[in-house]
T-cell receptor
Framework: SQKIEQNSEALNIQEGKTATLTCNYT??????LQWYRQDPGRGPVFLLL?????KEKRKERLKVTFDTTLKQSLFHITASQPADSATYLC????????????FGAGTQVVVTP | DGGITQSPKYLFRKEGQNVTLSCEQN?????MYWYRQDPGQGLRLIYY???????QKGDIAEGYSVSREKKESFPLTVTSAQKNPTAFYLC????????????FGNGTRLTVT
């Protein structure tokens, strides 16, 4: 079955630096990947979608890459700010039954001033 | 404003009681989902529905039941058969398209003692 892996350890980073998060997937080749942000006690919020034919996608200070050879997506937060502190989740499309969306466990990012 | 409303935010129940969590959306989305999140863990899919009067089991459906009698509503019942019901429950909806992002509510935290 499809497997999604994200760094389980929290990423502690100083304000102004770039945070880089990894999403690895196995056992299938997704046509796209979605990235979400989740704040404590809240539901995830959709940030970006990158398709397999797109090497890179940007939205403000966020940048996502998609390497189908490595079966990996990287999520970058440039010029990080304390307000970027949250958990970031990646989500590929369902491998079999449409609607069966699964999420990675997420990586917590902590940006300190 | 369109969105998903989950109520209540916090719910307390005694062991052995069934409890129903509410999820309403006014986004006119066909698809709706229920996820469970335990502390420090990712989202696990309980049930999903692609259309009114139809729903499918997710990865952890045992001990839960749902109904989809109206497009805008997808209530989740946590039955007494659910062995470990204390968790954070998230409802989501989406357009029924291959790459449509999920829109989440802000969750219900259920505590069963």
């Amino acid at each position: 079955s499809q497997k999604i892996e994200q760094n389980s350890e929290a990423l502690n980073i100083q304000e102004g630096k770039t945070a880089t998060l990894t999403c690895n997937y196995t056992n299938y080749s997704p046509a796209y990947l979605q990235w979400y942000r989740q704040d404590p006690g809240r539901g995830p919020v959709f940030l970006l979608l990158i398709r397999e034919n797109e090497k890179e996608k940007r939205k403000e200070r966020l940048k996502v890459t998609f390497d189908t050879t490595l079966k990996q997506s990287l999520f970058h937060i440039t010029a990080s700010q304390p307000a970027d502190s949250a958990t970031y989740l990646c989500a590929p499309p369902p491998a079999d039954s449409w609607g069966k969306f699964q999420f990675g466990a997420g990586t917590q990012v902590v940006v300190t001033p | 404003d369109g969105g998903i409303t989950q109520s209540p935010k916090y719910l307390f129940r005694k062991e052995g009681q069934n409890v129903t969590l509410s999820c309403e959306q006014n986004l006119n989305h066909d698809a709706m989902y229920w996820y469970r999140q335990d502390p420090g863990q990712g989202l696990r899919l309980i049930y999903y529905s692609q259309i009114v009067n139809d729903f499918q089991k997710g990865d952890i459906a045992e001990g839960y039941s749902v109904s989809r009698e109206k497009k805008e509503s997808f209530p989740l019942t946590v039955t007494s058969a659910q062995k470990n019901p204390t968790a954070f429950y998230l409802c989501a909806s989406s357009i029924r398209g291959a790459d449509s992002p999920l829109h989440f509510g802000n969750g219900t935290r259920l505590t069963v003692t």
